[in-house]
């Protein structure tokens, strides 16, 4: 079994930044993609950022283009989400998932919990 824990978010105001931790256990952190999905409220969960197996490749959704840096540490079986020039429509729930390189929830097979990032105005 497979656990995925987020940590790194708070509250932060409009333009500052906040960086995302998402630790997985288990041995096989490095054979997998890993994804970053956010929430908001009344909102369906949507596509953040991914990130290859060896860390090469990232691939990120066009409103955090620019924005926002993903990267991953194999050795300590962790992915990171770098967020910088917040807005305050970035508010949500932030998922860090694992699974088979894509952009739709149904390619990961585990989550994390989610931890909450809020941008105030």
């Known amino acids: 079994q497979v656990q995925l824990v987020e940590s790194g978010g708070g509250l932060v105001q409009a333009g500052g930044s906040l960086r995302l931790s998402c630790a997985a256990s288990?041995?096989?952190?490095?054979?997998?993609?890993m994804g970053w999905f956010r929430q908001a409220p009344g909102k369906e969960r949507e596509f953040v950022g991914g990130?290859?197996?060896?860390?090469?490749?990232?691939s990120y959704a066009d409103s955090v283009k620019g924005r926002f840096t993903i990267s991953r540490d194999n050795a300590k079986n962790t992915v990171y989400l770098e967020m910088n020039s917040l807005k305050p429509e970035d508010t949500a729930v932030y998922y860090c998932?694992?699974?088979?390189?894509?952009?739709?929830?149904?390619?990961?097979?585990?989550w994390g919990q989610g931890t909450q990032v809020t941008v105030s105005a």
């Open positions: 990130i290859s197996r060896g860390g090469s490749i990232t």
């Open positions: 288990g041995r096989t952190f490095s054979m997998y993609a």
């Open positions: 998932a694992r699974g088979r390189w894509g952009t739709v929830s149904t390619e990961y097979d585990y």
